[in-house]
């Protein structure tokens, strides 16, 4: 399976907001059981950080607050069943 991303949003982390993304509305070419996505900062001189990965039941996950002001972005890593897959909604909180 081919990675995918999100766009990328910038975060100057002057808070303590949590990280997160939200799916609603979700299918694939098989039954939706899950989505693995990981969560990175973008680094330009670098290879991209990982700040970890989470797994979407189709609702939402939190990353917890990254401390690190920068570029995030959200790449999809994996789905518990299929190869497609299609949200209606994605909100992206941070």
């Given at each position: 399976m ?36 990981q ?48 949200v ?7």
């Amino acid at each position: 399976m081919i990675s995918k991303e999100s766009n990328r949003w910038s975060d100057r982390n002057s808070d303590t907001a949590w990280t997160g993304v939200r799916f609603q509305g979700c299918s694939t070419d098989s039954t939706f059981s899950s989505a693995t996505l990981q969560l990175h900062k973008g680094v330009s001189w670098s290879p991209d950080i990982s700040k970890g990965s989470r797994t979407n039941y189709c609702g939402w996950v939190d990353w917890n607050d990254p401390d690190d002001a920068g570029q995030y972005y959200f790449a999809l890593r994996g789905l518990g069943d299929g190869e497609g897959l299609w949200v209606n909604e994605v909100t992206i909180g941070w």
